[in-house]
C-alpha cells in the first residue's frame, strides 16, 4: 500500500495537477483559436466567390441589355422608308457596344497612369469651382 503523503508531496502533486491542468486549457485554447481562424479564412473565401459571382452576372445582365439596344438600333436602321434617312439615323445614333468597348478601354488606361487615390484627387480638383484659389 501507498503511504499517506507528507505536507510537501501533496504540494507536489498539487502543482503537477495545476500544471497539466493549465496545459490542457491552453491546448483547448490553441484549437479553438485555430478553428476560429479556419471558419474566418473560409468565410473569407466564400464572400470573395458570392462577390465574383454577382459581378459575373452584373457583366452578363450589361451585355445582354447593350445587345438588346443594338439589335433595337440595327431594326430601326433596317426600317427607314429610303437610305438617306438610315445613313443619317447611323451617324447620329451611336453603337452602344463599340460605345462600352471604347469606355472600358479609356478606363483601363487611366488605371494603368494613375491609382486610385489619385483618380480621387484628381476628380476632386475638376469638380472643384474654385481649385486654384487658396482658402485662409
Do not use: C
Not at 457583366?59 to 445613313?87: C, F, H
Amino acid at each position: 500500500m501507498s503511504e499517506p503523503k507528507t505536507g510537501s508531496e501533496l504540494a507536489l502533486l498539487r502543482v503537477k495537477r495545476k500544471q497539466r491542468k493549465m496545459r490542457r486549457d491552453i491546448d483547448k485554447m490553441n484549437k479553438q483559436a485555430q478553428v476560429h481562424e479556419e471558419n474566418r479564412v473560409e468565410a473569407s473565401l466564400i464572400g470573395e466567390l458570392k462577390a465574383a459571382q454577382s459581378n459575373n452576372r452584373n457583366t452578363k445582365m450589361k451585355d445582354t441589355v447593350y445587345e438588346a439596344i443594338s439589335v433595337g438600333r440595327t431594326e430601326t436602321i433596317e426600317n427607314q422608308p429610303n437610305a438617306r434617312s438610315a445613313l443619317r439615323l447611323e451617324a447620329l445614333l451611336p453603337d452602344p457596344i463599340q460605345e462600352r468597348k471604347t469606355r472600358q478601354k479609356a478606363q483601363k488606361e487611366a488605371k494603368k497612369v494613375m491609382n486610385r487615390h489619385d483618380q480621387f484627387h484628381v476628380n476632386k480638383i475638376m469638380t472643384d469651382d474654385h481649385w486654384g484659389q487658396r482658402n485662409y
